[in-house]
């Protein structure tokens, strides 16, 4: 079993419309929850960082992480084309401290224009 | 833009080789880690740096070391190279070690190409 689990999609959406991203994670050690945005070729660009269980909002972006489930979503609000990219979960469990962040494979975002 | 600056941006060697990359973290930052993304492993954490000493070891392999100088710029040196060493390599450095403001950010990466 890996310590992160993330479905690659592609996933394919209609502009406007909500999209779920999610990851599970089997290693309850892990404190510390983020999603990065990558693009074809492009380094991963950090949008959302969380501590612990609870949600956090940013715009059009929402995190939300349940430790208990040991799951993590995104919700993409009023998707743009732009937002088509590989959105990639990650965590760590000391926030950056001394240890890396592990990731999950990445889902490969679709929003049809 | 990051703030993180890695080069080359791309190479391309031969099998048995030794390259270097190179990632100056964005200005102040003191932590420095070093990633490999390939198809079929995704992004997997190789080592960390932080103000010039080794702090964590991820899934790094014997032929590959790294280092950071002092002024905060770190190398990844990848020896005696096989064609599966051919991947992405990106740097990403955060404010921190053992602080609460410690969000990595990624630079664009060297893709290597063992050929």
């Not at chain 2, 014997?62 to 990848?78: G, I, M, T, V």
Request: charged share 20%; hydrophobic share 30%; glycine share 10%.
């Amino acid at each position: 079993q890996k310590e992160v689990e993330q479905d690659p999609g592609p996933l394919s959406v209609p502009e406007g419309a909500i999209v779920s991203l999610n990851c599970t994670y089997s290693n309850s050690a892990f404190q510390y929850f983020m999603w990065y945005r990558q693009y074809s070729r492009k380094g991963p660009e950090l949008l959302m960082y969380t501590y612990s269980s609870g949600n956090k909002e940013d715009g059009r972006f929402t995190a939300q992480v349940d430790k208990s489930s040991k799951y993590i979503s995104l919700f993409i609000r009023d998707s743009q084309p732009s937002d088509s990219a590989t959105y990639l979960c990650a965590m760590s469990f000391s926030g950056g401290g001394a240890d890396g962040l592990t990731f999950g494979k990445g889902t490969h975002l679709i929003i049809q224009p | 833009d990051s703030g993180v600056t890695q080069t080359p941006k791309h190479l391309i060697t031969a099998t048995g080789q030794r390259v270097t990359l190179r990632c100056s973290p964005r200005s102040g930052d003191l932590s420095v880690y070093w990633y490999q993304q390939s198809l079929d492993q995704g992004l997997q954490f190789l080592i960390q740096y932080y103000n010039g000493e080794e702090r964590a070891k991820g899934n790094i392999l014997e032929r590959f070391s790294a280092q950071q100088f002092p002024d905060l710029h770190s190398e990844l040196n990848l020896s005696s190279l096989e064609l599966g060493d051919s991947a992405l390599y990106f740097c990403a450095s955060s404010a921190h070690a053992d602080g609460k403001n410690t969000e990595a950010f990624f630079g664009q990466g060297t893709r290597l190409t063992v050929v």
